[in-house]
């Protein structure tokens, strides 16, 4: 009986998850460094937030819709619990969010929304791009020649744009002499994209640039044809970024800082509650808002770092 009662006590206080948790992830580019960090603080928010194993499956849709819905496919027949994505088509990716959801598996769309997802954390785009671009109203005293340098159609995107917009619609002093050129979201895009500008536009005063990949490209671009007075605001807050905003002269003079940890922590935070909740839960759609860093405050700015220290 004794023996029996031993045994009993240690079925129950086996742990309840002795399978590992086991999450999907697909991001766009994992040679951007916002998604490598996301990519890594997805799997540094599940070890901490799950009281047992995780396992972690990363890819690369390189913003590549047809890889992308293979990856998620195969994550479904893979028996994974939770699918973290930034899609790389927000509408498009619906179908395959669907049969992941028909599969018990809890979607999270991070960065960028998806169709479907029953847990939506994105950086709030549309204030980064209001943020950043007042700034550079400002600086231009209200009045001048600025250009975008646009990225992929996908919403993180196409909101920070939007954004910038409207603040630009507001001052009748600032034309807008480009919106469309695609800088990729990358340095080389930015460094193109730039060139291109520069050469049909010599007389541009600012530049806003959707990341910080193609805001250093292009400030890049712009040193190399002697561009010096004019300037480049961003968006990410990224610690190449920060650096930049630091040299002198610096071209990048500020960046609409979004935070890829928080991101990953309140994706896996939300999508373990769904995950333990019987049934499915009604979706979540949490916005992340951003803080401008300009060279004034960039000392105080701990880049994508955990707890970073306000920006005064």
Not at 104 to 124: E, L, M, R, W
Not at 137 to 158: D, F, K, M, Y
Not at 166 to 181: C, F, M, Q
Not at 234 to 241: C, I
């Amino acid at each position: 009986m004794r023996k029996l009662f031993i045994l009993l006590v240690a079925l129950y206080a086996a742990p309840l998850h002795a399978e590992p948790l086991r999450i999907g992830v697909s991001v766009a580019d994992l040679g951007n460094p916002f998604f490598a960090t996301l990519a890594e603080a997805i799997g540094d928010s599940a070890r901490a937030l799950h009281p047992g194993d995780v396992a972690l499956e990363v890819r690369s849709s390189a913003y590549d819709l047809e890889r992308q819905v293979h990856q998620l496919d195969a994550f479904t027949q893979a028996g994974m619990d939770i699918i973290v994505l930034a899609a790389a088509n927000s509408e498009a990716i619906g179908p395959a969010v669907r049969r992941a959801q028909q599969a018990g598996i809890v979607v999270a769309a991070v960065d960028i929304d998806a169709q479907g997802a029953d847990v939506t954390v994105t950086t709030d785009n549309v204030q980064a791009g209001e943020v950043a671009c007042a700034y550079m109203a400002e600086r231009l005293g209200h009045a001048g020649r600025v250009a975008i340098i646009n990225g992929a159609p996908v919403s993180s995107v196409t909101d920070r744009v939007s954004g910038c917009r409207a603040v630009l619609n507001r001052h009748p002093g600032i034309e807008l002499l480009s919106d469309d050129h695609n800088g990729g979201g990358t340095y080389s895009g930015g460094l193109e994209a730039m060139t291109y500008l520069i050469s049909v536009y010599p007389e541009l005063d600012a530049v806003f640039a959707i990341n910080d990949p193609s805001a250093i490209g292009a400030a890049s671009a712009a040193r190399l044809a002697g561009q010096s007075g004019l300037f480049i605001v961003g968006v990410d807050g990224s610690p190449e970024g920060i650096a930049a905003l630091q040299e002198s002269p610096a071209l990048l003079v500020a960046t609409a800082a979004q935070s890829p940890r928080r991101m990953a922590e309140t994706a896996i935070r939300e999508s373990l509650g769904q995950l333990a909740a019987s049934g499915r839960q009604e979706r979540q759609a949490i916005r992340l808002a951003t803080q401008l860093i300009t060279r004034e405050n960039a000392g105080h700015f701990d880049p994508w770092g955990d707890g970073a220290a306000a920006a005064k």
